[in-house]
C-alpha cells in the first residue's frame, strides 16, 4: 500500500517535469518562431511587434470578405464623405511603427494597440466607422478623384451657378496636401476638357451649359494663418473680409487670375502651394499651418455672371489639444485658431447635409474666418460638398486617426445599419488562443452566456462593466487618479483653449489699435509742423502766441489719450500671454484626450 502511493507521488512527479519541459520546449519554439516572422516582416517593410501584426494579419484574413467594390453614387449628394489612407512612410519604419488601420469600403477600421492590466497579455481594440467610400493604401489619386471630385466638376459646368467644395482634412502628416495637390492638378486638366468640344463623356450638352465660347476661368489662391487672411498669388498681400449691404461676403483686396488653358492654371495652383505658411511641429516637419483656399470661378463671357465655383480647400493639420502642449506659445496660438475654425467648419456641412441651404436652418457660418469666407458654399441652394479625410497607417497615431475618423464620422452622422455585421462594433483580438474570443460583437467566455453591450451615439458600442475590467490597457496609475487626473486635465484644457482664444482676439484689436495710433500720429505730426512753420516761418511777422499755444497742448493730450489707450490694450494683451504661459505650464502635469 505504502509502495502503491509512493509510486503515484513519482509517477505525477514524472508528468510534471514532463510538463514543464514541454512549456519550456513550447516556449523556445514560440521564441525562435517570433524571430524568425520578425525577419520576415523586416524584409517584407513592415518592422514593429509580432504579435500585434500578426493579430492585425489575423482580422484582415478573416474580415476581408466585408469588402464592397466602389461604386458610383448619385450625384445628387449634398455632401460626400471620403477616407483615404497613406502607406506606411520611412519614418514611421524607423520608429518601427505598424499598419494599424484597415480599409474595407465602405468602413474604415482601427486596431489599437494594448496591454492588458498585467502588463503583458496584447489585443488589439478595433473602432470602425461608415462613410460614403473609404480608400486604402494601393488607391492612387485617381481613384479618390474618380468618386470624390468629378462629380463635383459635372455640376460646377452645367452653368446653373452650382457652388461645390471639396475639403481635405486630417491629422498633420496623414497626406492631405499630397492629396489635394494630385485633385488640383486633375481639375486643371478635366476642367479645360469639359469646357471644350473634346470631351468624350458628354454626349449631349444640356441648355445652357458652360463652353469655353461662353465661359471664361479665373482663380485666386488665398490662405488664413492665424487671424491674417493672404494672398498667395500676390506677394502675400494682406486681405480684409467684408459684407456687402445684400450680406455677400467679401474678401476685400483680393485678385483674380484668368487661366486660358491647363497650364496656366496649374501654373497658378503650383505658385499658391509654394507660398503657404508651413513650420515644423510635433508631429510634422513642414506641418501646413494655415487654411489654403484655392477659388476656381466660372464665368460669363458677356456679363461676367458667375456660372459656377469650386472651392479646393487645403485645412491645416488637425491636431489633439494634448500634443500642443510642447509647442511654443507662437505654435499654440495657431493650433487654438486651427481647432476653432474646424469645429466651425464641422456645424456648417452638418447644418449643410441636414437641409439647411435653402430650408431656413441656420448655419453658424459666422463661427470663424473659414466658415464666414465659405458662406455662400454653405447657404446656397446650389451647394454640393465632400470632405477628403486622411488618415496615417501607423499605430502611434491611433488617438490621431480615431479623432479624425471621429470628426468626418459626427459631420454627416452615417451610422452602420447592419447589427449583426463586425463592422458595427468595437471588437477585441487577443494574443492568446486561451482568452477570451469575439463573435459578432459579443463576447463569449466558456460556459458563461454573452455579455451585453449598448449602443453610441457615434455608431460604435460600449462595453459593459465587466468588459472595460477587462479592457483597461496597463495603467501607470490607479483608476481613480487616473480619471480625476483626466477631468482636471480637461478643465486646465478648457481654459488653456480659451485663454488662447482670447489671445488671438487681443492681438487682433492690438494690432487694429496700433495701426489706427500710426496713422493719427502721422497726421498730428504733419499739424505739428504747419503749426510750428506758422509762428517761424521767413515771411511771418506777428502771429498768436495764445492760439499756438492751444492748439499745441490740444495735441500732446491728443497723443497722450493715444499712447494710454495703446499701453492699456498692451497691458491686458501680455496679461494673456501670462496666463496661457502658466497654463501651459500646469498642462504638463495631466494626461488629457480630446475628443472632436
Sequence with gaps: MERSAKDQTRIAIERMEAEREARRRAIRDRKIEKAEEEQRNIAAGNPGDVDFIGLVRKWRKENKPMAQPLEQQSQNLKICICVRKRPVNEKELKRRDHDSVTCLHPSAWVHSPKLRVDGISKYLDHNSFAFDYTFD?????????????????????????????????????????????????????????????????????????????????????????????????????RLKILEDGKGEVVVSGLEDYEANNPQEL????????????????????????????????????????????????????????????????????????????????????????????????????????????????????????????????????????????????????????????????THVTHAASNQETVKSGTKFKSKSPPSLVSPREDGRFTPTPEDENNLQPFPLRTKAQTSVSKIKGKSEMDKLQSTLQAILDEEELLLNLHMSVIQENVELLTEEGQLLQSVQGDTVVDYDIDKYAARLGCILDRKSHLISALQERLSVFKGHLRKEEELAKHMEEYEYTDDY
Design 137 to 237: 493604401e494601393t488607391s492612387t489619386t485617381e481613384d479618390v478623384y474618380k468618386y470624390s471630385t468629378m462629380p463635383l466638376m459635372n455640376f460646377v459646368c452645367s452653368g446653373k451657378g452650382g457652388r461645390a467644395t471639396v475639403f481635405a482634412y486630417g491629422q498633420t502628416g496623414s497626406g492631405k496636401t499630397h492629396t489635394m495637390s494630385g485633385i488640383q492638378a486633375m481639375v486643371a486638366e478635366d476642367l479645360f476638357l469639359m469646357l471644350s468640344d473634346e470631351d468624350e463623356t458628354v454626349s449631349v450638352r444640356s441648355e445652357g451649359s458652360c463652353t469655353l465660347e461662353n465661359t471664361y476661368v479665373t482663380v485666386s489662391f488665398f490662405e488664413l494663418y492665424g487671424g491674417r487672411v493672404q494672398d498667395l498669388l500676390n506677394n502675400r498681400h
Design 266 to 425: 496649374l501654373d497658378l495652383l503650383e505658385k499658391g502651394n509654394r507660398n503657404r505658411t508651413t513650420f515644423a511641429t510635433e508631429a510634422n516637419d513642414t506641418s501646413s499651418r494655415s487654411h489654403a483656399l484655392c477659388q476656381i470661378l466660372l464665368k460669363d463671357k458677356s456679363t461676367s455672371k458667375l456660372r459656377g465655383k469650386l472651392s479646393l480647400v487645403d485645412l491645416a493639420g488637425s491636431e489633439r489639444g494634448s500634443d500642443t502642449k510642447s509647442h511654443n506659445r507662437q505654435r499654440r496660438i495657431e493650433s487654438a485658431g486651427i481647432n476653432k475654425s474646424l469645429l466651425a467648419l464641422k456645424e456648417c456641412i452638418r447644418a449643410l447635409d441636414s437641409g439647411g441651404a435653402g430650408n431656413n436652418i441656420h448655419i453658424p457660418y459666422r463661427g470663424s474666418k473659414l466658415t464666414q469666407i465659405l458662406k455662400d458654399c454653405f447657404t446656397h441652394n446650389l451647394a454640393r460638398t465632400t470632405m477628403i479625410a486622411t488618415v496615417s497607417p501607423g499605430s502611434s497615431s491611433t488617438d490621431h486617426t480615431i479623432n479624425t475618423l471621429r470628426y468626418t464620422n459626427r459631420i454627416k452622422e452615417k451610422k452602420v445599419e447592419d447589427i449583426s455585421s463586425p463592422s458595427n462594433v
